[in-house]
């Protein structure tokens, strides 16, 4: 061990991979519905679902949308070595569908009352990436 290693450090950033194929499907304006069916593991589309969702007066469906995709994101996180805890940058391309849902997520319960989830998820965001919650807060 070397005498300036840092003993208090926190856990590495946790960085997803790349859904090539459903990102340029999304991104080349195929319907996020149709892309979220075909890789329902892909929580970019399950975002713009909810914001689309979000944006139409439909909360209730926002949230779940945006619960689909947190839920699918978390496994991806823990898949890549994500204990609960510990920075998941926003400057990461991958990252950004399940940091957009657990906004959206947020975003959602406010709207129905569920003050309680709102603040977790906004916490949650801040303690993932500052970075995000600004960036999601600004639009």
């Not at 859904?19 to 929580?43: C, M, N, Q, W």
């Not at 779940?64 to 070595?81: M, N, P």
Request: proline share 8%.
């Amino acid at each position: 061990m070397s005498v300036h290693e840092n003993l208090m450090a926190g856990p590495p950033p946790t960085l997803l991979p790349d859904t090539p194929e459903a990102r340029e499907l999304l991104e080349s304006g195929i319907k996020p519905g149709d892309v979220a069916a075909r890789f329902p593991a892909y929580s970019a589309a399950w975002a713009a679902l909810a914001d689309q969702a979000f944006a139409d007066g439909h909360a209730v469906t926002s949230y779940a949308f945006a619960r689909t995709g947190y839920h699918r994101g978390l496994d991806q996180l823990r898949r890549a070595g994500w204990k609960g805890h510990g920075p998941i940058p926003w400057s990461h391309e991958p990252n950004r569908g399940f940091l957009r849902c657990l906004h959206a997520l947020g975003r959602a319960a406010q709207a129905i009352g569920e003050k309680d989830e709102a603040e977790r998820c906004a916490t949650f965001l801040r303690d993932s990436d500052p970075e995000a919650a600004e960036a999601l807060a600004a639009g």
